[in-house]
């Protein structure tokens, strides 16, 4: 069965350190990633989306993440992370259907100021 | 924009009662999920539609009824509440049918107990 894996359920981070959240995913096929976000007390929201063209892919408040085909992976990345950033992220990847995807079980970052 | 609406926030229910979840996007978007989220686990789907008087089950649909008569709105049945379904539901929409090809837009949640 296709699935999404991220490798860190939580991470503690000081502020201004980097972050690297792993994302890996089973499905052999075309894929289209996404990393989304959901911030304390806020809906859930796309935080970068990738679907063809320059593996790496830059997402909303200095996010990016770079598409590995070989490596089945889409981590998720920042240079210097935020007190703000602090939310719950989650990886998911397309499945051969076109209405559903699949969803990793998301990382808690828990940014100290 | 409201965006997506859920109601309500929170419930809680005896085992064997049953609710319905509501959902609404003022959006005028096809496509509209329903998802829960346990710990641990990801979101998964629960039931879809792409678009009024269409929907279909997803990967857990055991337990749960949806109807779509209009485009804004997606209600989640649950006919007769189970300990199991204790979880937090999300509803979703997005412009596209083909739910890869787009972002989604997800509610605040509702947090369902059940005892």
């Known amino acids: 069965a296709q699935s999404v894996s991220q490798h860190n359920h939580h991470v503690i981070l000081s502020e201004a350190a980097s972050l690297e959240l792993g994302c890996n995913y089973s499905?052999?096929?075309?894929?289209?990633l996404f990393w989304y976000v959901q911030y304390p007390g806020q809906h859930l929201q796309l935080l970068l989306k990738?679907?063809?063209?320059d593996p790496l892919v830059k997402g909303i408040k200095g996010f990016e993440a770079e598409f590995i085909k070989s490596k089945f992976s889409f981590n998720l990345r920042k240079p210097s992370v935020q007190w703000s950033d602090t939310a719950e992220y989650f990886c998911?990847?397309?499945?051969?259907?076109?209405?559903?995807?699949?969803w990793g079980a998301g990382t808690k970052l828990i940014i100290k100021p | 924009n409201a965006g997506v609406t859920q109601t309500p926030k929170f419930q809680v229910l005896k085992t064997g009662q049953s609710m319905t979840l509501q959902c609404a996007q003022d959006?005028?978007?096809?496509?509209m999920s329903w998802y829960r989220q346990d710990p641990g686990m990801g979101l998964r789907l629960i039931h879809y539609?792409?678009?009024?008087?269409?929907?279909d089950q997803g990967e857990v649909p055991n337990g749960y009824n949806v109807s779509r008569s209009t485009t804004e709105d997606f209600p989640l049945r649950l006919l007769s509440a189970a300990p199991s379904q204790t979880s937090v539901y999300f509803c979703?929409?997005?412009?596209?049918?083909?739910?890869?090809?787009?972002?989604?837009?997800f509610g605040p949640g509702t947090r369902l107990t059940v005892l």
């Open positions: 979703a929409s997005s412009p596209a049918r083909d739910v890869k090809a787009d972002t989604q837009y």
């Open positions: 959006m005028n978007h096809e496509y």
């Open positions: 539609s792409v678009g009024a008087g269409i929907t």
């Open positions: 499905y052999g096929g075309t894929v289209n």
């Open positions: 990738y679907f063809s063209g």
């Open positions: 998911a990847v397309s499945s051969g259907s076109n209405y559903q995807l699949i």
